[in-house]
């Protein structure tokens, strides 16, 4: 299943990404003017989707009233740090369920791959934190990172698991196909949210490929 992430600096720009998508991810974060009570607007639609709002943009009260506001208006899925503040990761969860969504914990690392022992005790502490799903997004630098990524698939509890940069591409593509929850995607070429992101057509492309060989 490809989620396409759609980051826009305003609501209406927003609004107009999400025409025509099955399923997709808003960072909210990108949005300058990001309010609560637009959250509604957003995320009051029939399809599945996921509210993501990174530190840094917005200040963490406000982050956590739009987490919040989004889950409260219909968001499918809130997407918060492993690394969250405790209170705000823990209102967040308690608003997940309060409604019929599930909470995706993250943890990135935009610099590299941790060892194996590593990234699995990452995983254990997004679902020790709460997490119906755990996410783990590293930089690929060599094949032995991407296949170190795909091998945490080797669990039945729900994954998504993301390669950055070049090298992370293949993890992208083959993390749905062996078990991923879920991969992203871009709207259309120029339009990435994440450093080695593929665009949707292309990544249908290459699914296509890969289940017919």
């Known amino acids: ?11 209406e720009a927003c609004l107009a990404a999400l025409d025509g ?8 974060d990108k949005m300058t003017d990001a309010r609560p009570e637009d959250m509604p607007r957003l995320f009051s ?21 739009l987490l919040t506001a ?18 705000l990761l823990k209102a967040v969860a308690e608003t997940v369920r309060t409604r019929s969504a599930r909470l995706i914990i993250s943890y990135h690392n935009h610099e590299s791959t941790p060892p194996g022992e590593e990234l ?3 995983r254990e502490s997004c679902f020790e934190s709460g997490a119906d799903i ?3 997004a590293c930089r690929v630098l060599n094949p ?42 871009a709207k259309a070429p120029g339009k990435e949210t994440a450093d080695g992101q593929l665009d949707r057509s292309s990544l249908e492309r290459i699914l296509r490929e890969l289940t017919n060989l």
């Open 144 to 185: 032995r990172d991407a296949a170190r990524l795909l091998g945490l698939l080797d669990d039945p509890r729900p994954q998504v698991v993301v390669g950055m940069g070049e090298l992370g591409k293949i993890v992208r593509a083959a993390a749905p196909l062996l078990g991923g929850v879920f991969t992203f995607a």
């Open 120 to 122: 699995r005790g990452l």
């Open 45 to 65: 639609s029939d399809r599945p989707m996921i509210v993501t709002c990174r530190p840094g943009p917005h200040p963490e009260i406000l982050r956590g009233e």
């Open 70 to 87: 989004a889950i409260e208006a219909g968001a499918a899925y809130a997407d918060i740090e492993l690394e969250a503040e405790p209170g």
């Open 134 to 136: 755990a996410k783990l």
């Open 21 to 28: 998508l099955e399923f997709a991810e808003v960072r909210i």
């Open 1 to 11: 299943m490809i989620c396409v992430s759609v980051a826009e600096p305003t609501l």
